[in-house]
């Protein structure tokens, strides 16, 4: 499985961005979609999850700014993300994982930079 993550860039606080994942390769058997990110000198920590009967879950520091969604056709999932702020800067990773009848292996795209500054 392969993922392209694309729609990082710099933006000034209170504005909106959003990332896409494109999915390629043998995805059949993808249950969890979603997004993580990485700040300098931190660790990685979970943004937001999509399941493929659409069921989300989002970090307490995002909820209510960002909105995850995700297209089953066309294997995509994308994040909308409003009233940005400093504190969400950071490298964005795209994440996929396999249900365990298809070997529950995870998965992760290359990672978009996010900078929200003035």
């Known amino acids: 499985v392969q993922l392209q993550a694309s729609g990082g860039g710099l933006v000034q606080p209170g504005g909106s961005l959003r990332l896409s994942c494109a999915t390629s390769?043998?995805?059949?058997?993808?249950?969890?979609m979603g997004w993580y990110r990485q700040a300098p000198g931190t660790q990685r920590e979970l943004v937001a999850t999509?399941?493929?009967?659409?069921?989300?879950n989002y970090a307490d520091s995002v909820k209510g700014r960002f909105t995850i969604s995700r297209d089953n056709a066309k294997k995509t999932v994308d994040l909308q993300m409003n009233s940005l702020k400093p504190a969400d800067t950071a490298v964005y990773y795209c994440?996929?994982?396999?249900?365990?009848?298809?070997?529950?292996?995870?998965?992760w795209g290359q990672g978009t930079q996010v900078t929200v500054s003035s």
């Open positions: 390769g043998s995805i059949s058997g993808i249950s969890v």
């Open positions: 999509i399941t493929n009967g659409g069921v989300t």
């Open positions: 994440y996929a994982a396999k249900s365990r009848l298809f070997g529950g292996s995870n998965y």
